[in-house]
């Protein structure tokens, strides 16, 4: 057919390269436009993701912020019940050596209101009061003070030793 068509001597309507390339600009020109318009898309879906990921980074740091805050709190409380323990030991130690003192200090007065005892007894017994020294060799046994005379003395009779012998003389009166 086309060789009929030639040769009938008439033309065939062909494009020219004019209008070719001119029809081809807008499908370029809206290509073109496509690949800018979804290049702003994925710009602006890159800085979207770039901000959200930014706030959570941020919130991620606050809460890594608290919990350091926490683990100091708690390293505070751990060294403030150390140190309260130690407080509390330090305590029991001079309660301890409070109650030692007190012993010994209550056995020291017991020490001495038996020397002043016998004391007394020997004042009586010198001023020949026997009725009195009968009644303090009654409160002395009472109040066990015989047993905290000393038993033994340096230079002179020991307190104990006394006691007995000003007994023995009271009884014998």
Do not use: W
């Not at 020109?29 to 990921?53: D, G, K, T």
């Not at 140190?83 to 109650?99: G, P, S, T």
């Not at 047993?147 to 003395?153: D, F, G, H, I, V």
Request: net charge negative; glycine share 2%; proline share 3%.
């Amino acid at each position: 057919m086309k060789l009929e068509k030639r040769s009938s001597g008439e033309s065939e309507e062909t494009p020219l390269p004019q209008e070719e390339s001119h029809s081809k600009k807008p499908v370029v020109i809206y290509i073109m436009i496509l690949f800018i318009v979804a290049f702003l898309l994925m710009a602006l879906s890159f800085l979207m993701h770039q901000r959200s990921n930014t706030e959570a980074l941020g919130k991620l740091q606050s809460s890594v912020s608290a919990m350091q805050e926490v683990q100091a709190v708690q390293d505070k409380v751990i060294q403030l019940q150390e140190e309260l323990d130690d407080a509390k030991d330090q305590v029991d130690d001079l309660e301890k050596q409070l109650q030692e003192q007190e012993d010994a200090a209550g056995k020291q007065r017991k020490v001495t209101d038996a020397m002043l005892a016998l004391y007394t007894l020997q004042q009586q017994f010198s001023a020949g009061n026997y009725d009195a020294c009968l009644a303090t060799m009654q409160r002395m046994e009472d109040e066990d003070l015989i047993t905290c005379l000393p038993k033994e003395s340096a230079e002179v009779t020991a307190p104990a030793q006394r006691y007995e012998q000003l007994k023995e003389a009271v009884l014998n009166k």
